[in-house]
């Protein structure tokens, strides 16, 4: 298992433009969550699965951003009508048990220009 | 989540002990204490959690005090790379607990 692995690893598109980035969690990890992070911040929760089951959302997760995870393995998170605003790093997550530590992906860097 | 107050940033020398602080003095009887990193360009890292007692792993030890207001993250024989920011965070651990609420850290400077 090679860990938590997020594509793309960076994403340039212009103003207006949809973007989607995938997750693939490791294997055996039911829980999965998403965030985002911007320069000299701490990483901020966007969204959390359980299996198929999306059970949490950020209020930072406008009617823009969709997040699914249709089979319960990997996730896609995709922003409509890109704004400069939503450039970032996105990260995803994943665990196996609520106690457990997150293992977290590598990120998607996103530049809205 | 009970809030957590960590010092911007700090420095250490390589070979010596850091020694990292947490306030989390409005800490609730069932949350825990989390501690990841991140270095630079990397997403988070898990480092160690606990609840009451202290805990070691092979990357660090938790200390945390008998009243839990605070905690220390020791990570013994400091490298470079251990240069990073350092997060400590607050949870509660039941079954719908999903979000990790992070802050914005300690940055540590490891020097040669």
């Known amino acids: 298992d090679t860990g938590v692995s997020q594509n793309p690893r960076h994403k340039i598109t212009k103003r207006g433009q949809n973007v989607t980035f995938r997750c693939d969690p490791i294997s055996e990890h039911n829980r999965l969550y998403w965030y985002r992070q911007t320069l000299g911040q701490g990483p901020e929760f966007l969204t959390y699965f359980q299996n198929e089951a999306q059970l949490e959302k950020s209020r930072l997760l406008s009617d823009r951003f969709s997040a699914e995870r249709p089979k319960g393995s990997f996730s896609t998170l995709e922003i409509q009508r890109t704004e400069q605003g939503d450039s970032a790093m996105y990260l995803c997550a994943s665990s196996l048990d609520v106690s457990d530590g997150y293992t977290f992906g590598s990120g998607t860097r996103l530049t809205v220009v | 989540d009970a809030k957590t107050t960590q010092p911007p940033s700090m420095d250490c020398a390589e070979g010596r002990a850091a020694n990292l602080p947490c306030n989390h003095s409005?800490?609730?009887?069932?949350?825990?204490v989390y501690w990841y990193r991140q270095i630079h360009s990397q997403g988070p890292q898990y480092i160690i959690h606990g609840l009451k007692n202290n805990e070691t792993n092979e990357m660090a030890s938790l200390i945390i005090t008998e009243d839990r207001k605070s905690s220390t993250l020791i990570l013994p024989h400091a490298t470079l790379r251990d240069t990073a920011v350092y997060y400590c965070?607050?949870?509660?651990?039941?079954?719908?607990?999903?979000?990790?609420?992070f802050g914005t850290g300690t940055r540590l400077q490891v020097t040669l």
């Open positions: 409005t800490i609730s009887g069932n949350e825990y």
């Open positions: 965070i607050v949870r509660v651990n039941t079954g719908t607990a999903s979000k990790l609420t």
